[in-house]
């Protein structure tokens, strides 16, 4: 099929980059290393969306014990691997590949460290919970890289985290509305996706360089964070010799006040105060945290 065809069969109004930056390396502690676009200063907010960080971390970097309340984390590993283990007995490894969609909701206490030497590289994504869903129950959804839905096409490689994408659908319930697609463009290959209109999305280039928008846009290149403006879908181009390998991730705004504290996102700053209040005392959700400490503390005395 010609690229005139594909045009004339799908966009009518493409989105455009409406702000385009590199997420810089910032560097945690001893062995990590965090690209950081939404949830930093420039940007603290990008509704429904908190947070995107590609990290880069060997041991003895990590994330030990620590809670989280009123959104989700999805983790989808790149290179290498994570074990991951809360205070209910929840545990296991994200190897690369694999995705972990969790709605901490009214509260999860977890531990997320390097499960092998060498680096693991990945992408966290934290999604905000409308107030009625903030305090349920927290609930996981694991994919192995061998159950993501994926599929190859007029040299376009999609793997569908969550949503649709080329006739194909995510298992993933996304409870905050939201699309999260990884793809592969070989040399010469263009890309419309459409997209929900009234939703924000947004590009972030993992690996090579290409065009998004339309054909007079700059090229970007890996580790650039891509905002798109209105519109219902994405084109992309890769005009270069070797592989463009990006992320598209779309979200339905909530539209309501975000207070936040650290892993702590709430409405309001009373339920902020409560939050505290709750894992201080362990409870409302926390009631497990009292007795527990992750395997990777152990032998840690604090
Ligand atoms: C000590 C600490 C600091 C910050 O809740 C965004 C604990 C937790 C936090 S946090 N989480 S940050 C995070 C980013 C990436 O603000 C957490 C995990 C991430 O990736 C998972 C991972 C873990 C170990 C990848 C590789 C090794
Ligand atoms: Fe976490």
């Not at 005392?281 to 503390?297: D, P, Y």
């Amino acid at each position: 099929m010609s690229e005139t065809q594909i045009s004339h069969l799908s966009l009518r109004n493409p989105r455009s980059i409406v702000r385009k930056f590199q997420a810089r390396p910032q560097h945690e502690g001893d062995g990590a290393i965090v690209r950081r676009s939404i949830g930093r200063f420039e940007l603290k907010y990008y509704d429904p969306f908190l947070l995107l960080d590609e990290f880069s971390i060997s041991a003895p970097a990590g994330f030990p014990d620590h809670p989280h309340r009123g959104f989700e984390t999805v983790t989808y590993m790149l290179e290498g691997a994570v074990t991951h283990e809360d205070f209910e007995g929840h545990r296991g490894t994200i190897n690369a590949g694999d995705l972990q969609w969790m709605t901490a909701g009214k509260g999860i206490v977890h531990s997320e460290m390097p499960a092998s030497q060498g680096t693991q590289k990945g992408l966290q994504l934290w999604i905000n919970l409308s107030s009625k869903h903030k305090m349920i129950d927290p609930k996981y959804q694991e994919l192995q890289g061998k159950d993501v839905a994926k599929v190859s096409k007029d040299g376009i490689e999609v793997r569908v985290i969550a949503g649709e994408a080329m006739g194909i659908r995510s298992p993933v319930y996304t409870r905050t509305p939201t699309m999260y697609l990884d793809f592969t463009l070989k040399p010469n290959a263009h890309l419309q996706q459409s997209i929900p209109p009234t939703w924000n999305a947004f590009v972030y280039i993992l690996e090579g360089e290409g065009i998004f928008g339309n054909l007079k846009s700059p090229t970007a290149a890996a580790h650039h964070f891509l905002l798109l403006g209105t519109g219902d879908g994405l084109e992309a181009w890769n005009k270069s010799s070797k592989p463009l390998r990006f992320i598209l991730v779309g979200g339905e705004p909530l539209g309501e006040p975000v207070v936040q504290f650290g892993p702590f996102v709430m409405n309001t700053q009373e339920e902020i105060d409560q939050t505290i209040e709750d894992f201080d005392s362990c409870s409302n959700g926390f009631e497990k945290a009292e007795h527990w400490k992750s395997q990777s503390m152990l032998g840690f005395e604090f």
